[in-house]
């Protein structure tokens, strides 16, 4: 390796730690509570368009955590379906235009999720769309 080339390696090793240092991305966690009623299971199964994070049972009040850092280009989305007692439901459990949240805490309900922040609590409509 010449004195060219590591060069060029450390200027693009620069530009990295200054891209990284100049647009952190903060990291999202998201909880997925199930909040049922009569002790019923919730089976969550959330995916994005690069990673599926697999189906996930709850029981009541237990809940289903994944973190992750929304993209640089402000496009992220996380949908999720959850099912119980045979029928299936979904919505889009974070999306980069939508939310703000770095701590984004959903109560899932029969009529429909909650996303409780601080101080504010906003409940949504399952997506009907497939």
């Known amino acids: 390796m010449n004195a060219s080339s590591i060069n060029w390696l450390l200027s693009l090793m620069h530009l990295f730690v200054a891209s990284e240092t100049i647009l952190p991305r903060h990291k999202v966690d998201v909880l997925i509570y199930n909040y049922l009623q009569n002790g019923t299971d919730l089976t969550v199964h959330c995916k994005s368009k690069d990673d599926?994070?697999?189906?996930?049972?709850?029981?009541?009040?237990?809940?289903?955590e994944f973190k992750f850092r929304p993209n640089l280009f402000g496009t992220t989305l996380f949908y999720c379906s959850m099912q119980w007692d045979g029928r299936m439901h979904w919505l889009d459990i974070y999306t980069s235009e939508r939310d703000t949240c770095t701590y984004c805490l959903w109560n899932v309900k029969p009529e429909g999720p909650c996303l409780v922040e601080y101080k504010k609590v906003t409940c949504y409509s399952w997506n009907t769309d497939a």
Not at 52 to 64: C, M, Q
């Open 52 to 64: 599926d994070l697999g189906v996930h049972l709850l029981a009541f009040r237990n809940y289903y």
